[in-house]
């Protein structure tokens, strides 16, 4: 396995070499990509059904001292399988979606080296090569977050993506140096299971929660994440959103559940509470939103929240020694985490098929387009459906694991977790139920209706290379909803390389999945996608034998106002109204500005709504407005006089010493 991951690697640094040849490498770098991550996803998925061993290595690379350690276990083979599926698709995607690139000199190179960093994370095994691989795998994605530099918010999206990439990369850093302690061993099977003082423990953890989770986008960590998936290319937005973010949730697994050892069951709380925040504000921003690309990442923020909850509840059950529970917990979240990779990744492909047919991605200048696009429109349908959480599709099932481990919160001895696990399930149906609201929004405001601008109505179908891995991912979100079995049946050894004492997950048959007993709920996706496909055939009968099987038209319900203009048609804005009335003002100081002209007067009527993002305002702001005043107050030290710079080095020399000699 790690001798095929080598190859990969190796075929991603040939892509990227040739990456830099310009346009006539398209076709080389993403069919280059699209082999190596397809061997990734074969190699992974047969490692994880085989049930092998984990496999290391050791390479005389990097610290002298310490070298590059390589490792495979299920827990990683489980993200190289979500890298590779996703990253086969999204390439293929690309081999026509790279040709409308204005600058594809901008994309081609850092596209594989994108591919490669997110893989050396996940067979890291060692602190310095995790951290290189990082960091390698966080400029390679700002660089094509900065292709499209010459649009308007690209820089600065750019910029705020790198300042917290760099800050969470900082956090990570004193994490793996507090597992280290004095030792000066930087492998993880030397920080596994290190013995650490509480305070230590809390302040891993923190650092933790705040390295990966700025990079996965939990709130409040967040603020990243929209800006810079709306400004990349639409295929490098579905690799950040549905693989980038993974491998982010990898790390705080790899941290939390392995190597900082058993959990206290505080961690659990904190986790716990941090998901149903993020999972809830998330989606009440994705309903707001008008811009489609915004509209997803704000998506992405809160799936990451439910996999967060998932995760936050395995830790509470594994403190508890309530290890069935944990083992569920957990497998919701890893179901999640391929389920979102999958619909996440879909839905950004449609996305990026709308911009090509209409080059507009607001939703308020779209519609109509299931008639020019019937085929974008169907794929789009099934992706918005799971990830809507609704049978039978893939996004259910995981939700539903999670509330099935929610359901037995009540299990927990700790009345903090008592009172939490009931208010998070409460967060976690309605952001559910928001979810649902928003992609209504969506697929109606963009797919239905009548076009509103010239470019929805001019609208055409995009090309088979980017219609088929789109139908593919549409697949597996069905398959995966129908029978979830086929992947369930890969998570209890994952559970197993975290927790070696970890008992299996109960599946009871191939139609039905109980996972806590067949005394327990039960559920079956294809019973239910058999039983919608038959209804939907008999109402078609029903229709066409007792009524008519001819196309007919007319005009359209008008509700008394017949005016045929499109400007008369449910925006984006106008869907929101409802949920922003009932949450904006709490959640994002909502305003509503009225001018209404006097009778008489001719001008015309104005209507404007602002909102303000409390998390930017409250915690952001300010520390940009301190950074920045400082910076003002240090710029004279550039202005100064060789005498002054001399002074200031003695000056910084005595009070290094000073330290050296009260610290001895």
């Known amino acids: 396995m790690l001798s095929l991951v080598a190859i990969v690697l190796a075929t991603y640094g040939a892509a990227a070499l040739l990456g830099m040849t310009g346009r006539r490498a398209l076709v080389a770098v993403y069919g280059l990509s699209a082999l190596a991550a397809a061997a990734t996803a074969v190699a992974a998925a047969r490692f994880l059904a085989s049930g092998a061993s984990p496999e290391a290595a050791v390479l005389p690379l990097g610290l002298p001292w310490i070298g590059t350690h390589l490792r495979i276990d299920a827990l990683s083979g489980f993200f190289l399988l979500v890298i590779g ?62 292709a499209n530099h010459r649009e308007t918010g690209t820089s600065s999206a750019a910029l705020l993506y790198l300042v917290m990439a760099s800050f969470g990369v900082g956090a990570l850093l004193l994490a793996f140096g507090l597992l280290a302690g004095g030792t000066g061993d930087y ?25 990966a989770g700025s990079k996965a986008g939990v709130v ?21 959103s549905g693989v980038m973010t993974k491998v982010a949730l990898y790390g705080l697994v790899r941290l939390l559940f392995d190597l900082a050892g058993p959990p206290p069951w505080w961690w659990g709380v904190t986790v716990l509470l941090l998901g149903g925040i993020t999972a809830l ?33 395995a830790l509470a059950f594994r403190a508890n020694r309530l290890d069935d529970l944990a083992v569920l917990a957990l497998a919701a979240a890893l179901f999640h985490i391929f389920n979102h990779a999958m619909f996440k990744s879909l839905l950004f492909l449609g996305a990026g098929a709308v911009l090509v047919a209409t080059e507009d991605r607001n939703m308020e200048h779209l519609g109509g387009l299931i008639q020019r696009m019937p085929a974008t429109a169907f794929v789009f349908l099934i992706g918005a459906v799971a990830i809507s959480g609704l049978p039978p599709f893939n996004g259910f099932v995981s939700e539903w694991l999670a509330f099935q481990a929610i359901l037995n919160g009540s299990l927990l001895v700790q009345w903090l977790l008592k009172f939490a696990v009931p208010v998070v399930g409460a967060m976690l149906a309605l952001a559910a139920a928001l979810a649902a609201v928003t992609f209504v929004k969506a697929f109606g405001i963009v797919f239905l209706s009548r076009p509103r601008r010239p470019a929805a109505a001019n609208a055409h179908e995009v090309g088979l290379l980017m219609l088929v891995p789109m139908a593919v991912l549409a697949a597996i979100c069905t398959a995966l909803g129908a029978v979830p079995q086929v992947l369930l049946l890969v998570l209890p050894p994952v559970a197993r390389s975290l927790w070696p004492d970890s008992p299996p997950l109960m599946l009871s048959n191939w139609l039905w999945l109980a996972p806590l007993g067949p005394d327990h709920s039960s559920y079956s996706g294809l019973v239910i996608l058999v039983a919608v496909g038959l209804l939907a055939v008999l109402l078609v009968f029903v229709i066409h034998r007792f009524a008519s099987n001819r196309v007919r038209r007319s005009a359209p319900w008008d509700c008394g106002f017949p005016d045929p203009r499109p400007e008369t048609q449910y925006t984006s804005s106008s869907f929101a109204q409802p949920i922003r009335r009932i949450f904006g003002s709490a959640a994002f100081a909502a305003r509503e500005h009225i001018d209404m002209p006097l009778p008489g007067d001719t001008r015309p009527a104005r209507f404007e709504v602002s909102l303000r993002d409390p998390v930017w305002d409250n915690l952001y702001a300010p520390v940009t407005f301190a950074i920045a005043w400082l910076a003002d107050r240090l710029n004279v030290l550039q202005f100064q006089t060789i005498r002054r710079y001399l002074s200031l080095m003695f000056a910084a020399l005595v009070l290094l010493l000073l330290v050296v000699a009260v610290s001895q």
């Open 281 to 313: 504000m998330g989606v009440l921003y994705a309903v707001m939103e008008h811009d489609l690309k915004r509209l997803l990442a704000y998506s992405s923020v809160e799936n990451i929240g439910i996999i967060v909850i998932g995760l936050g509840l």
């Open 187 to 211: 492998a993880f099977e030397a920080l596994r299971g290190q013995s650490l003082a509480p305070w230590e423990s809390g302040l891993l953890f923190a650092l933790a929660l705040v390295g």
């Open 220 to 240: 409040p960590l967040h603020v990243w994440l929209p800006p810079a998936h709306a400004a990349a290319p639409s295929h490098v937005s579905a690799l950040m």
């Open 85 to 146: 599926v996703a990253g086969t698709l999204i390439s293929i995607f690309a081999l026509e979606y790279g040709r409308h690139d204005t600058e594809p000199q901008r994309v081609l190179p850092f596209y594989p080296a994108f591919l490669a960093g997110m893989t050396l994370v996940l067979v890291a095994d060692d602190a310095f090569t995790f951290l290189l691989s990082w960091e390698f795998m966080s400029l390679a994605s700002w660089l094509l977050v900065l």
